[in-house]
């Protein structure tokens, strides 16, 4: 079975840690001396969600009623984030290849309301940093950097998250470890945060890590897990629950291993998907959550990933609505699609394979009969 959710292989080694997390308390200590690798020099906070760093830096950074640059293609969760605040976004198109932001067109849409650009490494893949800083430094922007999908990733050898004024993370897009954000930052932007406690959603999240409930819940529970994760909000900033807290510290310590195995699968995977008309992202530096894909002109993506699922190949279709194909951003906005062309087209084509730590050449040998079998037919 393959599922884009990041999964705990059934091991002696992961019991000790799944029971360990439940059990222990958590030391900051230990946060504090694992990601000082990954980012020295720097202060973290962790928040129950990637979101919830976005609103603190929102907050602290002091940019209520401003403008910022962002990606168009992007998750819709930031509009409500962006109403709040009175913040307008000024949307920016993709390239094709690697599904960022474009650097050349940034200079078109600055205006003197322009405090700050929102840089995502999508899918895992760092954007183009040397232009984009430069430009930023030129305009005296704030760069806010948007790691949900990359962390490990690299950038002129220094981990993504060291280059903006701050950074955020999603850790349960990358770790079994349930909920969770990260907020990377140099500047004091600690702030009091909400006591969470170990959730029903939790519990849910926690089943979904395993094969055989991932499997089910994919199959009977697609509707009803969407809306239950966005009602499931505070309205003021939480912190990350001692579970989650633990399990990632825990699948932390092997990040490095599990990461240089699915690198090279992934290079592998995406030769595979080559030759059968994907076009891939480019991956220089890319730490691969999943491996992102555009599917060949002339098929159904819709139809193709509702038939992989007939074979237990879950790929999912991540960013098919982004934040500019929202109905209510588009008239708040008054968003002109056919400014967006490579966007729109991502959209239509996206098609995101599972990419598990634990996969062998097997796995993925497995995935590949199975797609070539269903484009056949």
Not at 212 to 221: C, H, T
Request: net charge positive.
């Amino acid at each position: 079975m393959y599922f884009t959710h990041p999964q705990i292989k059934i091991t002696g080694e992961n019991l000790k840690k799944i029971f360990s997390s439940f059990l222990k308390k958590p030391v900051q200590q230990a946060a504090q001396k694992q990601l000082s690798y990954y980012f020295p020099e720097k202060k973290f906070l962790f928040t129950d969600m990637g979101r919830t760093s976005f609103r603190l830096i929102i907050e602290k950074l002091n940019l209520k009623n401003s403008q910022m640059l962002m990606p168009a293609y992007i998750c819709d969760i930031f509009y409500p984030i962006l109403k709040k605040y009175h913040i307008k976004p000024v949307f920016l198109d993709i390239d094709l290849k690697t599904f960022n932001i474009n650097p050349e067109e940034i200079t078109q849409k600055i205006t003197p309301q322009t405090r700050a650009i929102l840089i995502s490494h999508t899918y895992g893949l760092p954007a183009n940093l040397e232009k984009l800083l430069g430009v930023a430094k030129q305009h005296n922007l704030l760069v806010i950097e948007d790691c949900a999908h990359a962390f490990g990733a690299k950038e002129q050898g220094k981990y993504v998250g060291n280059f903006g004024d701050v950074s955020f993370f999603s850790l349960y897009k990358q770790f079994p470890s349930l909920r969770g954000g990260l907020l990377v930052f140099e500047k004091n932007l600690e702030t009091s945060l909400a006591k969470t406690s170990f959730s029903f959603r939790d519990f849910l999240s926690f089943l979904n890590c395993f094969p055989f409930f991932s499997f089910f819940f994919k199959k009977f529970g697609s509707e009803i897990a969407p809306k239950m994760l966005r009602k499931e909000k505070t309205e003021r900033p939480s912190q990350i629950n001692r579970v989650s807290f633990n399990l990632f510290l825990a699948f932390l310590k092997d990040f490095e291993r599990d990461l240089k195995r699915r690198v090279e699968l992934a290079s592998y995977f995406q030769e595979e998907l080559k030759k059968l008309g994907f076009e891939t992202q480019e991956a220089k530096n890319n730490v691969f959550c999943y491996l992102s894909a555009l599917v060949p002109l002339n098929l159904d993506r819709d139809k193709l990933v509702k038939d992989l699922r007939k074979y237990k190949v879950f790929a999912t279709r991540i960013w098919h609505t982004p934040i500019i194909l929202n109905k209510e951003v588009r008239k708040e906005y008054k968003i002109n699609l056919s400014e967006f062309k490579n966007t729109v087209a991502t959209a239509q084509r996206i098609i995101n394979f599972p990419l598990q730590n634990y996969y062998n050449k097997k796995d993925i040998e497995k995935m590949v009969g199975i797609l070539k079998k269903v484009l056949k037919n």
